[in-house]
């Protein structure tokens, strides 16, 4: 018999805060975290984009008091996962039964820039080698997994820990994201022309592209019931992942691949459109992307759920935007209340969706996650409150 897959304890590091609280609030106040940078060493022209503030990350790390030095990167994680450990004191990370799993798209990528190279060992390049030092540095003595498939990676790794719970092969995991803003990830969007010059408008008629940012999300998954506090228990139900093969980087332009993640997700679950009660969307607010999910949310029945994006608060952080939007819907499930979409004003796609135009109280059971990524990925993820 297959266990559940329980989530007890999340975090979220952003602009916006150090925890997935602060985060929230500020989200219920629809305030954003991405800002104009006229010049920087992001770019060398003005950029949109939410960056987490280097002397308060520095100050929240030295509290931590640690002999070692770590990378940016890893002090988000390690930030990240700590926070969680406090929520729940019962998890153990040194036991063999608890994984931990690192979602990313670029790791240490920072290391390549002139003012960071030999700092650190060239390993610490590889994204095995930050799953070592990350399980090192928490003396847990399994290998960590990491999930690097574009833009779906927060997703998939959350799936992938439900799964390895549900066929008792741990008992605790623990997936963390994150992902950093540099100049090479902020030069290879340009390089698409996808990048916008103001805080993005997710489906809005006006978008013109994304806006970038760099966060770190985690989530501590559990099939032991006796690690659940509180009287609401969150279930991650199902999930699905999918390829449309249709471009290196383009979309699908009938929603195909997203549509049979979205349908698989729903099947594992045994419910239908009409039982789905809020869906957070990919929502990058470019020209493609946002078409492309008009029609798979259309294609399955879903138009008339209500739908956010929340990249218009965090911009695109890649590799921790799976994790840390699930968390958000995590929170709006337990405090009923539904994100307006920051800067969403007037409908751009061509098949009608039921946006959240500003934050509003509502019953939410449930929560459907959905996600899409370069390569043609898709995947769909359900929470449900117990």
């Not at 989530?7 to 997935?20: E, Y």
């Not at 340009?190 to 993005?200: G, I, L, Y």
């Not at 921790?320 to 939007?325: K, L, Q, S, T, Y």
Request: glycine letters at 8%; one cysteine or more; a neutral charge.
């Amino acid at each position: 018999m297959k266990k559940n897959a329980y989530i007890i304890a999340d975090n979220i590091i952003s602009p916006l805060g150090f925890t997935s609280v602060e985060n929230f609030d500020k989200l219920k106040s629809m305030q954003t975290g991405v800002k104009r940078w006229e010049t920087s060493a992001l770019s060398s022209e003005p950029v949109c984009a939410a960056v987490i503030e280097s002397k308060q990350l520095f100050a929240e790390f030295s509290k931590l008091k640690l002999d070692k030095t770590f990378t940016r990167l890893e002090q988000l994680l390690i930030l990240s996962i700590s926070d969680t450990l406090k929520q729940n004191p019962s998890v153990d990370i040194k036991s063999p039964k608890t994984l931990i799993v690192l979602s990313t798209t670029k790791g240490n990528i920072d290391l390549l820039s002139e003012e960071e190279k030999g700092k650190f060992d060239k390993n610490r390049l590889f994204l095995w080698e930050t799953g070592n030092i990350i399980a090192s540095h928490f003396n847990n003595p399994n290998q960590t997994i990491i999930v690097s498939n574009a833009c779906i990676s927060g997703v998939l790794a959350i799936i992938l820990g439900k799964r390895l719970l549900e066929e008792d092969t741990y008992d605790t995991i623990i997936v963390s994201g994150a992902d950093l803003m540099t100049h090479f990830v902020v030069s290879g969007f340009q390089s698409f022309k996808a990048v916008s010059n103001e805080v993005c408008k997710p489906y809005d008629v006006s978008r013109d592209g994304i806006s970038l940012g760099e966060a770190c999300g985690t989530v501590v998954l559990t099939n032991n019931e006796k690690l659940i506090s509180g009287s609401e228990k969150i279930l991650v139900k199902s999930g699905s992942s999918s390829n449309d093969a249709n471009h290196i980087s383009g979309p699908s332009r009938t929603g195909d691949g997203l549509i049979l993640a979205i349908e698989k997700t729903l099947q594992e679950a045994s419910l239908k459109s009409s039982d789905i009660d809020y869906i957070s969307g990919h929502g990058t607010a470019t020209l493609y992307n946002d078409e492309m999910e008009s029609q798979a949310i259309t294609g399955t029945g879903l138009q008339n759920v209500p739908m956010n994006s929340l990249k218009s608060y965090f911009g695109h952080t890649l590799g921790a935007a799976g994790i840390v939007e699930s968390i958000i819907g995590i929170h709006s499930m337990k405090n009923n209340t539904l994100i307006g979409t920051y800067n969403y004003k007037e409908p751009g796609v061509t098949k009608p969706l039921n946006i959240i135009k500003e934050t509003k109280t509502a019953r939410v059971n449930n929560c459907l996650k959905t996600a899409a990524g370069f390569g043609g990925c898709n995947a769909a993820v359900l929470f449900i409150k117990e």
